[in-house]
């Protein structure tokens, strides 16, 4: 499937800054199951400065923010050519160590909410276990959005009861590295069906098998990631993948307030 991608972040500061930087994570790259044909990536307000991959093999690109500006957008454009391996990826790559993604972060540290569904719960390591956790946790955290948000840790969004796929993801994590099981966080695109434009990127798990190696659970839609998803960055939790982080200063030195305006387009 040949889908054509089209991601716009629009960030308008109170006042005009004196020194920005932002680091971009929007760029995805030819893996298994998906080729990269063409991608652009547009600044208005900034340049890039440097580019590199990251410990988690991503594509990151510094975009520093010219001095005096009060708005800045960033443009991704590109198709990606996708192929269904039923969420199967494969190896593990980069330079992060597999035992990493055994480590508990402050976004999938287990409390007491989640120690408890996990002693129902925990997966065996196979294909099947983990595709009975990822239908145990919608049952239990239902999608519901605005109510939480980006720093919301998995234990916070199993005490509640709702969540997005950010914390599915999260609790799916949280439960496999209790048991384990290496996991790790991505984000990227998905092509929904009857709906084209979106405001946010989607995020999905993947938890590494011995025998297949990484392989994706999107505990929100209850499959396994197929054709319609492009992978565009991965690890230990949103922290590590977010499309993109930055500081900025005001003209004494100061944060800023800012809004933020995202549109995304996914189609075929």
Not at 36 to 44: L, T
Not at 243 to 253: A, E, L, Y
Request: glycine share 8%.
């Amino acid at each position: 499937m040949l889908l054509t991608i089209s991601h716009v972040t629009e960030y308008l500061f109170s006042e005009p800054v004196s020194y920005a930087l932002q680091q971009l994570r929007l760029t995805p790259k030819s893996r298994s199951g998906q080729t990269v044909k063409n991608w652009d990536m547009q600044v208005s307000g900034g340049s890039v400065q440097l580019a590199y991959d990251d410990q988690n093999n991503n594509h990151v690109q510094l975009v520093g923010v010219d001095a005096g500006t009060s708005r800045v957008e960033i443009r991704s454009h590109g198709q990606v050519e996708t192929a269904d391996n039923s969420g199967v990826v494969g190896a593990h790559r980069g330079f992060a160590p597999l035992w990493m993604f055994e480590r508990t972060t402050d976004l999938t540290a287990p409390g007491n909410h989640i120690k408890k569904f996990a002693r129902a719960n925990t997966p065996d390591g196979s294909v099947q276990s983990l595709h009975a956790l990822s239908k145990a946790i919608l049952e239990q955290v239902s999608y519901e959005t605005e109510t939480t948000h980006s720093a919301t840790t998995a234990e916070q969004s199993m005490a509640l009861g709702t969540g997005v796929c950010q914390d599915h993801t999260h609790i799916f994590i949280s439960v496999c590295r209790m048991a384990g099981i290496p996991a790790r966080y991505v984000s990227g695109y998905l092509l929904m069906n009857g709906q084209t434009d979106q405001v946010a990127s989607h995020a999905w798990a993947e938890a590494y098998l011995p025998g297949l190696g990484w392989v994706g659970f999107d505990v929100s839609n209850r499959i396994s990631p197929d054709e319609r998803y492009v992978r565009v960055a991965t690890g230990l939790d949103y922290q590590d993948v977010a499309p993109i982080r930055g500081v900025r200063f005001g003209p004494h030195g100061g944060n800023l307030d800012e809004s933020l305006i995202v549109s995304i387009r996914v189609e075929q």
